[in-house]
């Protein structure tokens, strides 16, 4: 088993900035990725960034150039450097791990994800 808590989150000003962090404890040794994900009200589940051991990175196009994830594997945390803030980025964030073999880290669904932290709010106010 692996256990996710994410931290960080919270309210700031269109244009601003929040980092998030992933703490994971357990059976870290399994996660093959991480990634982190968000949900607004009303709508699924969406895919924001993902890292994998070689610190190969991916993100979904709105927020490419804004947000950077990265990984100390020292301390078994990742993180989510969130820039330039904008309204529709309001959503609970939620990070993830998967103990599935990806041939590219972009392939990091929902479905493929093995263990969730509990979600941190970040509202954007325009």
């Known amino acids: 088993q692996v256990q996710l808590v994410e931290s960080g989150g919270g309210l700031v000003q269109a244009g601003g900035s929040l980092r998030l962090s992933c703490q994971a404890s357990g059976r870290t040794s399994t996660s093959r990725a991480m990634g982190w994900f968000r949900q607004a009200p009303g709508k699924e589940r969406e895919f924001v960034a993902a890292?994998?051991?070689?610190?190969?990175?991916y993100y979904v196009d709105s927020v490419k150039g804004r947000f950077t994830i990265s990984r100390d594997n020292v301390k078994n945390t990742v993180y989510l450097q969130m820039n330039s803030l904008k309204p529709e980025d309001t959503a609970v964030y939620y990070c993830a791990a998967t103990t599935h073999v990806l041939l590219v880290v972009a392939a990091l669904t929902t479905d493929l994800c093995d263990y969730w932290g509990q979600g941190t709010q970040v509202t954007v106010s325009s």
């Open positions: 890292i994998n051991w070689s610190s190969s990175t």
